[in-house]
């Protein structure tokens, strides 16, 4: 437990895990993390608290090649993010027992494969850039920054619709549960659907938009535009 004291993580080898047993846990605390060799683990986690990611001014250009898990433990603990995320190529993670906000340019930036998991929101007023991107939430998934992911999946329990905007040459949607909810995917480039996208039980609409060609498999809904 670091308390409210700043913290240093060094690695020579191997992966590093930290877990912050009490209160919350914000990156600018973070005075150095370092990790030597490339695709090594990176997790920082709460027991029952937030996770502000707030800065990287900590964080060496050995991180880079990492993956990095994010996990902000608790019914009620959110994980927000402020800081613009050095250029990374490796897998990032985020969970959130409550929501996950996004509030800067930036806010996630691989090559790799981005999951983002919240019992309640994921919201952004900043973008993610990367491959696949998996989303798992509990009452929405409004993602309509200036996204830049290649591929889309995600399951949404309810509350709001499931909303990407997104610009890449061609956008792979490879499934879509909404929960009842509108599915609202719009792509700047080509867009293909790989998988069932479904609005739940007739409940919703969904809308697949794209300034290039479209292709489909498998549309559960009650409208489908194209445009």
Do not use: C, H, W
């Amino acid at each position: 437990n670091m308390g409210t004291g700043n913290l240093k993580l060094t690695a020579t080898t191997g992966d590093v895990y930290v877990e912050k047993s009490s209160g919350s846990l914000s990156f600018s605390k973070l005075t150095t993390v370092s990790m030597a060799g490339n695709g090594k683990t990176l997790q920082l986690s709460t027991t029952n608290g937030a996770v502000n990611i707030d800065s990287y001014a900590g964080f060496n250009a050995n991180v880079q090649n990492d993956n990095v898990t994010v996990n902000a433990a608790g019914a009620t603990s959110d994980l927000t993010i402020t800081a613009a995320q050095p250029a990374m190529t490796g897998t990032i993670t985020g969970t959130a027992g409550q929501n996950i906000a996004l509030n800067v340019a930036g806010a996630v930036n691989t090559t790799g494969n981005v999951n983002l998991t919240a019992g309640g929101l994921i919201s952004e007023t900043g973008s993610i850039s990367g491959a696949l991107l998996t989303t798992n939430a509990g009452t929405g998934t409004t993602l309509t920054g200036a996204n830049t992911v290649t591929s889309f999946n995600a399951t949404n329990a309810g509350g709001v619709p499931v909303q990407l905007t997104n610009t890449t040459a061609t956008l792979s949607v490879t499934g879509v549960q909404s929960g009842g909810v509108d599915v609202i995917i719009n792509n700047t480039g080509n867009l293909t659907v790989n998988g069932t996208v479904t609005a739940g039980a007739g409940a919703g609409n969904i809308q697949l938009i794209a300034s290039g060609a479209t292709a489909d498999a498998t549309l559960r809904s009650e409208e489908r535009r194209v445009g």
